[in-house]
């Protein structure tokens, strides 16, 4: 029942209506639960995760990226996770650039859904983001019977839509 990621694209400064602006066509994570692990009881949780995206193109001079991230949800193994997520991500020319936005994670994936871009690079974008978390691996089965889940894994894509 992996959880909290989120991810972002080189967004050029302006562009024509829809077309596109930019995007990343790969890149992982990981996710940490700060406070606990998840378990078969609802509660919320903090989840910590780090990243890095690859195959970034619409901006030069942007070719990849890193990001931190911080997804405060409610959670339970049958919901992974429901909730506000903040993203900072550092680019490969030095720029940053701050996400946010509601992302509910459930057990069906890939996880798709949109943050605004709050400020620094592509400030007043959104961005369509794709993530696949690991989902019911043996250890995940496990952790949620047991003392819960706290780290997991997964991989995403990512676009400006508008």
Excluded at 96 to 101: D, I, N, R, W
Excluded at 122 to 131: L, P
Aim: charged share 10%.
């Amino acid at each position: 029942m992996a959880l909290s990621a989120g991810v972002a694209v080189a967004a050029a400064p302006t562009a024509a209506a829809n077309s596109p602006i930019g995007s990343c066509y790969g890149g992982d994570f990981r996710w940490t639960a700060v406070d606990g692990g998840i378990t078969m009881t609802p509660q919320l949780l903090t989840f910590a995760s780090v990243g890095r995206l690859w195959g970034c193109e619409g901006v030069s001079g942007i070719t990849h990226g890193k990001f931190t991230g911080v997804h405060v949800a409610w959670s339970d193994c049958m919901h992974p996770a429901d909730g506000p997520l903040t993203v900072d991500i550092i680019w490969s020319n030095g720029a940053t650039s701050k996400l946010e936005g509601p992302w509910p994670v459930g057990m069906m994936q890939p996880t798709v859904g949109q943050l605004q871009v709050m400020n620094g690079m592509g400030e007043g974008s959104r961005v369509k983001v794709n993530a696949w978390y690991e989902m019911m691996t043996p250890e995940q089965i496990n952790g949620c019977m047991a003392q819960g889940i706290s780290t997991g894994v997964g991989r995403m894509t990512a676009e400006i839509v508008a």
